[in-house]
């Protein structure tokens, strides 16, 4: 499938207009754009990721307009600078070397100067040490309030524990990521795959087939997690954390469920600007709502232009990652079947006879899908 511009969750969304802005027709009256960073540094080899982008004018606007051509860098406190290179497969997306990764104790900076020669600079983060994942847990639960067959009342939750540190200020996020193989990397709903195009295109003549491709090897759809799930310490400072509520995954079949979960230590200033999102979001339903204060970031400052505002945050987190397979089997699901998606339309085969013909479709590496196999993967 051919990604559309590759972004973390959380962001995805597009630009909301706020009680200072008025909106005519789901139109911005004012029709700002702002400049959007997405920006992590962690303790884990990287690639570390810079993406930059400009959000959308319009409060439906699903695409957003990369910013290329920019020089993007990390600098320490010793001076020690990491320069990061264009990708050349995703406009905007701005890599490390493989190689490099941010230390516990360390402060870095984000620096980014535009093709237009507009810079902006982020304050110094500090990477504190992530607490070690002492237990994880996994029960099967089920909320009564949403009907049998609704895929949303059965499911597995995931519990932890873990001791936060005797020092004031400790700040969390919990991030997990699911992978399962793929067989068919693009469904094209009324058309046909182009290979040269590498998209669907629609025929003259409509239709209501729909067609599903074969990936060309191995593959792996990724999910990854979609709330909001953070901590401080402020009231448990130094205390052991049981039975932390971190992931609620599907019931969707009854394989084993490969799961990546990490704990993340993240910065007072990331915590801030993820507890504004979450508030937003509980107050109002979905991301959709929050007002674009809420995502103005709390880090990140024009250094041409003081009174611009920046939406996004520059993340500097240290990791503790636990790779395991959850048990799905029905022998402990309490009678709830799960909710099995079934695939719709037909499978393409090349007509017999037909020169040149292609049938599969290249896995391509991105947010959602990955030809590569995953840490701790079992067949």
Request: proline residues 4%; charged residues 25%.
């Amino acid at each position: 499938m051919k990604n559309k511009f590759p972004i973390y969750f959380i962001l995805l969304l597009v630009l909301a207009g706020s009680c200072i802005t008025p909106i005519t027709d789901f139109t911005q009256v004012s029709s700002l754009s702002f400049l959007s960073v997405e920006a992590s540094l962690t303790d884990q080899a990287g690639p570390q990721k810079v993406r930059l982008y400009m959000s959308s004018e319009r409060l439906t606007g699903a695409y957003f307009t990369p910013i290329s051509k920019a020089k993007v860098y990390f600098l320490d406190e010793k001076g020690v600078r990491e320069d990061l290179t264009e990708s050349s497969s995703s406009k905007g997306t701005y890599v490390s070397s493989t190689t490099f990764a941010g230390r516990v104790g360390g402060s870095y900076t984000l620096n980014i100067e535009t093709a237009e020669g507009k810079k902006y600079k982020s304050v110094a983060e500090t990477m504190k040490a992530a607490p070690e994942i002492e237990n994880v847990i996994t029960r099967f639960e089920i909320l009564d309030n949403y009907a049998k067959g609704d895929p949303r009342r059965a499911g597995f939750n995931i519990y932890l524990d873990f001791q936060d540190p005797n020092t004031l200020g400790d700040n969390y996020q919990w991030y997990w990521k699911h992978y399962q193989r793929a067989d068919i990397c693009e469904t094209c709903v009324g058309g046909s795959y182009d290979f040269f195009k590498n998209t669907c295109v629609m025929p003259r003549v409509p239709t209501d087939k729909t067609l599903n491709y074969k990936c060309d090897g191995d593959c792996w759809d990724i999910t990854f997690s979609t709330d909001i799930n953070i901590l401080s310490d402020a009231y448990l400072n130094g205390q052991r954390v049981t039975g932390k509520l971190v992931a609620r995954l599907p019931f969707d079949g009854i394989s084993p469920y490969y799961l990546q979960l990490e704990q993340r230590s993240i910065t007072a200033n990331s915590y801030n600007y993820y507890q504004g999102l979450k508030t937003q979001t509980q107050s109002n339903g979905t991301l959709f709502d929050v007002p674009a204060e809420t995502r103005f970031s709390y880090n990140i400052k024009s250094t041409t232009n003081p009174e611009e505002k920046i939406l996004g945050v520059f993340d500097v987190f240290a990791v503790r990652r636990k790779i395991f397979y959850i048990d799905r089997s029905l022998s402990n699901t309490q009678g709830e079947l799960p909710t099995t998606k079934k695939l719709e339309g037909d499978i393409y085969t090349c007509p017999i006879g037909l020169a040149n013909c292609k049938e599969l479709v290249q896995c391509y590496d991105g947010l959602y899908r990955t030809p590569f196999k995953p840490a701790g993967w079992k067949e």
